[in-house]
């Protein structure tokens, strides 16, 4: 059974199953992986999860981005920033940059 991940009929998408690149645990569940890192783009919903087992934080590879309403995500999100002040991800290489930060201050690899 696929994953789902919506916003408010604006944005979904959907993922067949999981396997981390890092120590190979996959599932069709989300029963060892934490998606609190997802994020919301002008392409739609990038899937951001972690690994329970060796914490390394990836893009799920099968990824199916779908955007219903381009232009009520737009406006979503960039309302979002300016209410929030928080930074605006144009599109999942954007996102895949965010996870490679994270994953180096995670390995201490940035001083």
Known sequence: M???????????????????????????EIDKFTTELTRVTFEGIVVVCRCGICGEIFLPRNQRIGVISF?????????????????IYRNIEDVKI??????????????
């Open 2 to 28: 696929a994953l789902r991940f919506k916003l408010k009929r604006i944005a979904e998408t959907y993922i067949d199953y999981i396997e981390c690149p890092s120590c190979g645990h996959y599932s069709e």
């Open 98 to 111: 965010y996870a490679n930060y994270l994953n180096a201050v995670r390995r201490g690899e940035i001083h």
């Open 71 to 87: 232009k009520n995500l737009r406006d979503l999100i960039l309302r979002d920033a300016r209410k929030r002040a928080v930074a």
